[in-house]
């Protein structure tokens, strides 16, 4: 068949091919008839399911909804109480996983109270006020008179030449400017004319003797020697002595200057060798002897302390240099801190007798907050903090390091005291207004950053400051009660009737000093979870149950319904339509 479309142009088509198109038209007709019931099958079995499911699920409420003889608005009205606890389950719910996040840990008391031979016995650093001994009274050149004649020709020609002074007395005079009251130097101070010293040998070579400061000690009612149980330290204030402490081979890294300076260890010092090391995450090592290091005791009291005789003379004070308060500070630490002496510290002052009884605070750590992130917990592990200059991570050695990297940056060098490798300079007379002000700069920029980081947050929590020096997850701290009473020293020996004392050493003034624990056994804290996955889960449980009924079996009963009870419906709903 021939047919002349409308435009002029002929266009063939054959009857068969009309035809497939007709019967084509037919098939299109009953597919959309046959997709057209398996849809109304589709929703008939979706209705009936959800029908089934209301009537017969857990979840409070619900079956109100699914019930098709009452009127409209009471399926409203329950539908708007639905909405309602489900409102309220999210902002429950939401409130809980925010204390979660970012308040995971509780720092509270431990289950039992701790012995004290399970913690070390504090380490004791103790600094003379007396900076430097004369050798030949009246013959050399004192701190103030050096001092005097350095501020008046400053004044006048900015050009510090003293005549009648060593090379040996200038050293001194130099070191002294490091060590005295620095409060006093001047921004603009120029630096004196003189090689580059090593602070440490200066003030080594200007120590009052041992022996005569320290003029007895007394180690768990054992008398002896006091050079065998302390050691030379370097500190902000000078050369002092510290007892119980690490030796510095085990504090610093070995490319420190203090690492090269350690000295040899004390006899106390060589028993840890045979037991593994103290940590204080790990403590003692189980097995381990009474006798140990760093050392302990069994008990509290008196007995079982340190006792010392300190000895100064009168004849020997400086006080252009330390100011009217002479004596000695002493500082108690943890046996792996470094002391930082003009931070914290107790006065002994000369003729008195001064008691210090220490009861130990320590922070522990339960397993579970090891896995969150330190942010989270607000403490580091030993492992997870790595320090430039130090082997052992703790809150003060890290604040020392900050310090002195900011004082390298603010000033170009470091104190003689701060931790540092060989290649660092160090800071000389012109730059000890600098680095004196560096830490209360240092402090105000924490401050502020962490000030600017808040805004708005209200909450310090979580905020990482540019030293990043949140405390060790275990800690231990030495908190004090101190009494002290006259100790006449000359009255005694009058008494006694020893007149060859006050000879032997004339102008000497002497304190006496006794630590020990206060009591036996102390109460400990522990960092644990507040809100771990369990708890969470138990909270928002008791919030869906308390609002709506549900549980992890509601959800499987919604599952069910909605899955294979959906698929059973439609198959039997489809054999029904075909019969």
Known sequence: MFVRSKSGIDTSMTMAECDVEGNSAGIDLSTKKKKKREGSVTCKGFITTYHEYCENTSIHGVQYLGERERPLRERIFWLFVFLISIYGCSTLILSAYTKWTETPVIVSFAEKSTPVWSIPFPAVTVCSETKRVLKQKGKETTYADLYSQFSEEMRASRLFKPQNVSALEMEEFRTLLHVCNTQIIEEDMPLIAGDDLDYFDVLERMLPQFERYFFYCRWLSRFGECEKFFRKTLTEEGICYTFNGLRATEI?????????????????????????????????????????????????????????????????????????????????????????????????????????????????????????????????????????????????????????????????????????????????????????????????????RVRALNAGRGDSRGVESACNCMPACT?????????????????????????????????????????????????????????????????????????????????????????????????????????
């Open 252 to 448: 610093y890294r070995e490319d420190t200057y203090q690492y090269r300076h350690s000295g040899e260890p004390l006899e106390m010092e060589n028993i840890s060798s045979r037991h593994p090391p103290w940590t204080l995450e790990s403590g003692y090592a189980h097995g381990s002897e009474v006798e140990t290091f760093p050392a302990r005791v069994l008990s509290a009291g008196a007995r079982s302390g340190i006792f010392l005789a300190l000895q100064s003379f009168k004849q020997e004070v400086d006080y252009a240099c330390r100011g009217p308060v002479q004596g000695f500070k002493v500082l108690l630490h943890a046996p792996d801190d470094v002391p930082q002496v003009s931070k914290q510290f107790v006065r002994i002052p000369m003729g008195k007798e001064v008691l210090i009884a220490v009861k130990p605070s320590m922070i522990t750590m339960s397993s579970g907050i090891a896995e969150y992130h330190p942010i989270r917990r607000q403490c580091f592990l030993s492992h997870e903090r790595s320090l430039r200059f130090f082997k052992i991570y703790t809150e003060s050695n890290c604040q020392l390091e900050c310090l002195a990297n900011f004082t390298l940056t603010k000033c170009g060098c470091v104190k003689f005291s701060m931790p540092r490798n060989m290649d660092m300079p160090v800071c000389g007379e012109d730059k000890i207004h600098c680095y004196d002000r560096a830490e209360r700069q240092l402090l105000v920029r924490e401050f502020k």
């Open 475 to 579: 800690s231990l701290v030495y908190n004090t009660e101190i009494s002290q009473a006259n100790f006449d020293l000359e009255e005694m020996l009058l008494a006694e009737g020893d007149t060859d004392f006050l000879q032997e050493y004339p102008g000497s003034q002497m304190s006496r000093l006794s630590i020990y624990f206060k009591q036996s056994q102390f109460i400990t804290s522990k960092r644990s979870e507040l809100y771990g996955m369990t708890e969470f889960l138990a909270n928002c449980g008791g919030i869906f149950g308390l609002f709506m009924g549900f549980s992890i079996l509601s959800m499987v009963e919604m599952i069910y319904h909605f899955t294979l009870r959906l698929f059973t419906n439609l198959k039997r709903l489809v054999k029904v339509q075909q019969k």
